[in-house]
């Protein structure tokens, strides 16, 4: 698909403020491009005009000047909204209904047809991880659930854009974790994702481009490589290596006429170390219990 | 910014709009509402503002107006009925008044209010001067007078929101028959009750029992045949003690056997719904109490 | 087809506000505190007022389904209204191929599917009441009490009910307008209730103005008597049930459902308007 999912143009929306009418400009001049089967990262500090943009997209905000497209039609159309799916930051479903039911619900709003309800409800209820608790009331849920739940709604009408605010805001490093991978996941079923997020060691691994947006206006936006990427500097990342060793590749390096500016330790993340323990002990606790459950047997 | 684009002209060119808006909004719905209130008006009487807000104060007097008229009516009646059981009989009628004219749709109020005014209120004032025995039966008539005529004042207002309540009519003759024991009044009362269109058929027959006791045979022998001539011939109209009342004043009168009354022979007919039709004196219940 | 769908995304918002609306314990609390009203009524039975005391009971049961049922209309929408968009489910719901109208009029027909059950309830229990003390009056005074036709016409409460209903419908299409141009829940209500009161005594300056002279005043009175719709129209509980000859006509009773009705359409349709422009 050639269309870019969205494309903002020259965006701009002021609130006024008080009986004076004093403006206050949340997004300034935008202009911002997000390809068809890209995972795309609104990143910025709060109050940055992420959200502003979000519900622009969404129609649910009408732009003081400006315009904002989803696959080639306007935003504030109503059937623009067709092709998306959205995930507000820190969800609130109605507590009574199990997940299933309210998967089911949303599916319904969004006129999927009733021979296929049941298919796409258990589809996505799936996808996020939830068909064992999807049984149980929403109110019993943990906050990770409830953003899986939530990503399960956005996603049941089959969107081609899903749009994500902050889904990762209060979850637990595993929710985290499994939230990124249905995003991954998503990609790979050819979706298009946005998300905002001021999580930014989460995004970084995930996007295939960020846009960096401060006071409204747009700082910075590419590939994450691009950006992050010292261009000028190499590392090399060395085991086993004796001081003469050592030595010796310093000097190459100076023969050469580079400068070693640093040697660091490498380092994990702490989000890569405590999933890759907790990880570890999941599956040893797993084949513990495949042991004593044959044991028994 | 121009000054059309100030945020206050905005909000208030918005909120005209809107008052514009609900304006022919109310122009349009008129002709539905017209009527209606009408209607409805026709059964909310115009209240006495000043004499309720003297009473009452202007918070009671927003409810009054704003829907709770009648229930407020039915707690200041509670509230007479406490002052009733005290005995307080100076408050007793201004509670009745501020009721009435608070509300003066139900014939409950006025009936009841008249009953406790002319049949209650002159015992307690017997015996607040000694008691039956020691207050002379002049004195005694005099207190009756009074209260009956406190109660026709009442009852006569009545009249006036319900010039055609057979129940009034009926109440200013049971006054006269019961407490002022005058049969000719009375009679003059239950005749103009048997008149009204929702008139019970005992009416005609008590006013008729009046002029016998008078002594009156011949007027109610007349007024007796009439009258047989002029019902139904359902049940309740008890046609069948109307012609022994008749036979009996015939033998009283001596009429001949030749002049004497014939009725019509009828098929009986069966009730007309909603017929005016109760035939049995209202069980004398004042305002409820036992006397 | 479309409409088609419009009405199904409508009745889902509507079935689903309902559900929630009946799980708040305020409504509950209401609910009890209105039905312990009526049946407390039966106090009127140690005055011994004869059949009077169905015309007590009566007024207290009107009374109740009046007050409360105001009450409720008011705080149940403004509380649906303001959970929605404070918990974000409106965001949720109006991200997806919803309408701001249908979200709208969802919202006002849970509110009044409440409305519904809440007057339901309150009518059956004040017929029962009234059944019961009827009953019990027949048999004390004896059948002779009918011949004036009969104490009771239970169909009527339910026409009150069903008015009062209608009247609820404008209440809360009105505190739906106030809601949607409104930042706080409290201000919501405070402004509902006082356009309540307004509407309620509006027939003083609607009947008024006809003998004012010509001038400005005259026409500010007008104007109040033209602007908010008038509930004293629906004050009709003194006209049911007992009083036989002077029966509300069906033709009021259909000019008033219909008068409900436009100014229920309005004030959505108006409230609509504030809603477009609402950042959720």
């Known amino acids: ?297 | 910014m121009s000054v059309l684009q100030h945020p206050l002209i905005v909000r208030l060119s918005r909120v005209l709009t809107i008052l514009l808006i609900l304006l022919l909004l109310g122009l349009l719905t008129r002709p539905i509402e017209a009527p209606a209130w009408k209607v409805v008006k026709a059964g909310q009487p115009e209240m006495n503002l000043e004499a309720i807000e003297g009473a009452l104060g202007q918070g009671l007097v927003v409810g009054v107006l704003g829907g709770f008229r009648a229930i407020l009516a039915d707690f200041l009646w509670i509230r007479t009925n406490t002052i009733w059981e005290r005995r307080d009989r100076v408050k007793l009628d201004a509670m009745v008044r501020l009721v009435t004219t608070l509300d003066p749709r139900p014939d409950f109020f006025w009936i009841n209010g008249s009953r406790m005014i002319a049949y209650d209120v002159p015992n307690w004032r017997i015996r607040e001067e000694g008691g039956y025995d020691a207050v002379p039966k002049v004195r005694q008539q005099a207190i009756d007078y009074d209260q009956a005529q406190q109660a026709f004042d009442l009852l006569d207002e009545a009249l006036e929101f319900y010039p055609d309540k057979a129940k009034l009519y009926l109440e200013k003759g049971q006054i006269y028959l019961n407490r002022l024991k005058d049969d000719a009044r009375a009679a003059e009362w239950f005749l103009a009750a048997s008149q009204q269109a929702d008139a019970p058929y005992y009416a005609a027959r008590i006013y008729a029992e009046l002029l016998r006791k008078q002594g009156l045979d011949t007027e109610a022998y007349s007024y007796l045949k009439d009258l047989h001539r002029e019902l139904p011939n359902v049940p309740y109209a008890q046609k069948g003690i109307i012609l022994e009342r008749i036979r009996e004043l015939e033998n009283a009168l001596k009429i001949p056997f030749w002049q004497r009354f014939q009725p019509a022979v009828e098929p009986m007919l069966e009730e007309p719904r909603g017929a005016p039709a109760f035939d049995a004196p209202e069980p004398h219940d004042h305002a409820g109490h036992a006397h | 087809m479309s409409l088609l769908n419009s009405f199904t995304r409508i009745r889902l918002i509507a079935g689903t506000t309902f559900l929630e609306a009946v799980r708040q314990k305020f409504f509950n609390s209401l609910l009890i505190i209105s039905i312990a009203l009526v049946a407390s009524s039966t106090f009127f039975q140690q005055f011994d007022f004869g059949t009077g005391e169905l015309k007590f009971i009566t007024d207290f049961g009107f009374g109740a389904l009046f007050f409360f049922g105001s009450i409720l209309s008011i705080t149940a929408t403004t509380q649906l209204f303001f959970n929605e968009i404070e918990n974000r489910t409106a965001l949720t719901m109006l991200a997806k191929p919803v309408y701001k109208l249908e979200f709208l009029a969802g919202k006002f027909l849970g509110a009044h599917l409440l409305m519904l059950s809440f007057s339901l309830v309150i009518t059956l229990v004040l017929s029962g009441i009234l059944y019961w003390r009827e009953a019990a009056l027949l048999a004390r005074l004896g059948e002779d009490v009918l011949l004036d036709g009969p104490l009771v016409r239970y169909g009527d409460v339910f026409v009150f009910g069903f008015l009062q209903w209608i009247k609820f419908g404008i209440l809360a299409a009105i505190t739906l307008f106030v809601a949607s141009f409104s930042n706080t829940n409290l201000y919501t209500i405070i402004v509902s209730f006082f356009v309540l009161i307004i509407c309620q005594l509006q027939y003083i300056a609607r009947d008024a103005y006809s003998g004012m002279e010509a001038g400005l005043e005259r026409f500010l009175v007008m104007g109040l008597g033209l602007i908010f719709p008038n509930f004293q129209l629906f004050n009709i509980g003194d006209q049911l049930v007992f009083d036989v000859e002077q029966a509300l006509p069906l033709t009021t009773v259909l000019r008033l459902a219909v008068y409900g009705l436009i100014y229920t359409c309005a004030f959505i349709l108006l409230a609509q308007v504030n809603f477009r422009r609402r950042e959720i």
Not at chain 1, 76 to 89: I, N, T, Y
Not at chain 1, 116 to 131: W, Y
Not at chain 1, 255 to 284: N, W
């Open chain 1, 1 to 297: 698909m050639n269309t870019p999912a969205i494309r903002i143009k020259n965006l701009t929306k002021d609130f006024s403020v008080g009986m004076r009418g004093v403006k206050l400009r949340a997004v300034d001049d935008l202009c911002l491009e997000v390809g068809d089967n890209e995972i795309f990262g609104l990143l910025g500090p709060n109050g940055s005009g992420k959200s502003t943009t979000i519900k622009i997209i969404l129609g649910l905000l009408e732009a003081s000047t400006g315009t904002c497209e989803i696959y080639g039609k306007p935003s504030k159309q109503v059937d623009a909204r067709r092709s998306v799916g959205f995930l507000p930051e820190a969800p609130y479903f109605y507590r009574y209904l199990t997940g299933r039911e309210l998967v089911r619900y949303y599916a319904r709003m969004c006129m999927v047809p009733r021979a296929k309800i049941d298919a796409a409800v258990n589809s996505v209820v799936e996808l996020v991880g939830m068909t064992e608790a999807a049984d149980r009331r929403v109110g019993t849920y943990s906050k990770g659930m409830l953003q899986r739940i939530g990503l399960a709604q956005s996603l049941v009408h089959d969107p081609q854009l899903v749009m994500l605010d902050e889904p990762t805001a209060g979850v637990d490093p595993l929710g985290s974790a499994a939230i990124a991978d249905i995003v991954r996941e998503l990609k790979r079923r050819g979706k298009t994702v946005l998300l905002s997020s001021h999580l930014l060691a989460q995004i970084e691994g995930l996007c295939d481009r960020v846009a960096i947006l401060h006071r409204g206006k747009l700082v910075r936006e590419g590939r994450v490589d691009d950006l992050v990427e010292e261009k000028d500097a190499e590392s090399l990342v060395v085991e086993g290596l004796s001081a003469e060793g050592r030595a010796a590749v310093e000097a190459t390096i100076q023969a050469q006429g580079g400068i070693l500016a640093r040697i660091e330790k490498p380092r994990l993340s702490l989000d890569a170390y405590f999933l890759k323990e907790v990880h570890q002990r999941e599956s040893e606790h797993a084949a513990q219990q495949v042991k004593t459950g044959s044991q028994k047997s």
